[in-house]
């Protein structure tokens, strides 16, 4: 029994001095949390920029970084960012925007202005991409500001309502973001 006791109070002093850290792929985990997706970091000493660009580590501080092993602010990502589009159905003139939705493109007939509501952001500066793409001809309006059709607008979530970042002024010189770019350059292909 003293045994038993003496073993237990070893391993429990034990792990409170380590230093616990989960690395997958890894013995040599670089955060609180390292995932090292191809097996090329080093058993000892930092990671390359090379070896890092295929890792996922969480810092004690909560950093999350993909691609880099020692994230400076909570997300931080080296190499590009997908934000893919969601498809909106327009019923009836009118179309609801779900909460946490950053781009969307609006499809379906429209037989008047589309009238979109919209979640109020949690975050004030969150973004919105809306692609006017009815049929019909017609403008989707939110907060006051129309989107003609077959046109896109950025909006920022400010002081209760979202907020046009060209000022409502699109139409008088059309604004290509990088979403209808996008599009662009898929009808060309």
């Given at each position: 029994?003293?045994?038993?006791?003496?073993?237990?109070?070893?391993l429990t002093t034990l792990s409170l001095v380590v230093k616990s850290q989960v690395g997958i792929?890894?013995?040599?985990?670089?955060?609180v949390f390292n995932i090292d997706g191809l097996k090329n970091n080093p058993t000892t000493g930092v990671p390359s920029a090379v070896?890092?660009?295929?890792?996922?580590?969480?810092?004690?501080?909560?950093?999350?970084?993909?691609?880099?092993?020692?994230?400076?602010?909570?997300?931080?990502?080296?190499?590009a960012i997908t934000n893919r589009e969601t498809n909106l159905?327009?019923?009836?003139?009118?179309?609801?925007i779900p909460v946490n939705v950053s781009q969307v493109r609006l499809t379906g007939a429209a037989t008047a202005n589309v009238a979109i509501s919209?979640?109020?952001?949690?975050?004030?500066?969150?973004?919105?991409?809306?692609?006017?793409?009815?049929t019909g001809g017609f403008g989707a309006t939110l907060d006051g500001v129309?989107?003609?059709?077959g046109q896109v607008l950025e909006f920022i979530f400010s002081n209760s309502f979202w907020r046009?970042?060209?000022g409502g002024t699109l139409g008088a010189s059309p604004v290509i973001s990088i979403l209808q770019t996008?599009?662009?350059?898929?009808t060309e292909r």
């Open positions: 029994m003293k045994k038993n006791l003496l073993l237990a109070g070893l792929n890894t013995t040599n985990p670089q955060g070896q890092a660009k295929d890792d996922l580590v969480t810092t004690s501080n909560g950093n999350l970084g993909l691609g880099l092993t020692t994230p400076g602010t909570t997300l931080d990502v080296n190499g159905a327009v019923a009836g003139n009118a179309v609801s919209a979640f109020a952001a949690p975050n004030p500066g969150q973004r919105l991409v809306i692609y006017n793409n009815t129309t989107v003609p059709n046009s970042t060209d996008v599009h662009l350059q898929e």
